[in-house]
C-alpha cells in the first residue's frame, strides 16, 4: 500500500534551472495538492487539484506550474529555479473534494529542494 | 487569507509532565484538524474537530475547539518521548477547498 510517492527526495538546482517534482497516488482520489515547508511558517498551499483536468491556485503559486492529466498524477514544475524556492515540498491527497470534512490529507515523505 | 497561529513554536519537557498547545485564530473556521510530523515524514491526521467546544481524547491526548471556533488546543498527559515531533493545526471552512495551516509547535521529551 503505497499511499503518496514523492520524487526525488532531494534535489540541488542552480539558480534558472527548471525541473519537475513528481508526486503520484494509488488510492483514486480526488484531491490533491502542493504544500511548501519553511521554518517557522507551517506549510503554505501552493496549487492544488479537484480532479482530473481542473486545477487552481494556493496561497504561493508564482513560479510553480502543476498538471493533473490523471487522477493518480500531480506533477509539479517550476520553471526558473530560484534561490526563494528552497524548501521542503510535499504533496498531499484526499478521497474529496473537501478533505476536512470528509476525509484526511495524505501527504508524501517530501522533496527536499535546495537552489544554489 | 485566514490566518492560524501556534504557540509555543518550541517545547522542551521532561518525559512524563503534561503539556498543553495552543492554535489561535481571528477567523472562524468551520473544522480543524491536528497533525503530527516527524523528521523526514509527512504529517499524519492525530483528530479532526468540526463542533464548536467539542472535545476529543486519543488516549493522551486531548484536543478542544473553543466556542467561537476560532481556537483550539491540544493536551498531552504524561508526555512520553513517542510524542516528540511538529504539531500542526490545519483549518478550513465548508465550502472551500484549501486546508489552512498554522506555524506548528515542535515538541521534544526528554527521556
Known amino acids: 500500500n503505497a499511499g503518496v510517492t514523492q520524487t526525488p527526495k532531494f534535489q540541488v538546482l542552480k539558480t534558472g534551472q527548471s525541473m519537475t517534482l513528481q508526486c503520484a497516488q494509488d488510492m483514486n482520489h480526488e484531491y490533491m495538492s502542493w504544500y511548501r515547508q519553511d521554518p517557522g511558517m507551517g506549510l503554505r498551499l501552493i496549487h492544488y487539484s479537484v480532479g482530473a483536468g481542473i486545477t487552481d491556485q494556493g496561497e504561493v503559486p508564482n513560479g510553480y506550474n502543476v498538471s493533473r492529466s490523471t487522477t493518480e498524477d500531480f506533477p509539479l514544475r517550476l520553471l526558473s529555479a530560484a534561490p526563494s524556492q528552497t524548501s521542503v515540498y510535499f504533496c498531499?491527497?484526499?478521497?474529496?473534494?473537501?478533505?476536512?470534512?470528509?476525509?484526511?490529507?495524505?501527504f508524501g515523505n517530501g522533496t527536499r529542494l535546495t537552489v544554489t | 487569507t485566514q490566518l492560524l497561529e501556534q504557540s509555543p513554536q518550541f517545547l522542551s519537557i521532561q518525559e512524563g509532565e503534561n503539556l498543553t498547545v495552543y492554535c489561535n485564530s481571528s477567523s472562524v473556521f468551520s473544522s480543524l484538524q491536528w497533525y503530527r510530523q516527524e523528521p523526514g515524514e509527512g504529517p499524519v491526521l492525530l483528530v479532526t474537530v468540526v463542533t464548536g467546544g467539542e472535545v476529543k481524547k486519543l488516549k493522551r491526548l486531548t484536543f478542544q475547539f473553543g466556542d467561537a471556533r476560532k481556537d483550539s488546543s491540544l493536551h498531552i498527559t504524561a508526555a512520553q518521548p513517542g510524542d516528540t515531533g511538529l504539531y500542526l493545526c490545519?483549518?478550513?471552512?465548508?465550502?472551500?477547498?484549501?486546508?489552512?495551516f498554522g506555524t506548528g509547535t515542535r515538541l521534544t521529551i526528554i527521556p
Open positions: 498531499a491527497s484526499s478521497q474529496t473534494h473537501y478533505p476536512p470534512y470528509n476525509s484526511p490529507l495524505h
Open positions: 490545519g483549518g478550513a471552512n465548508f465550502g472551500n477547498e484549501k486546508l489552512t
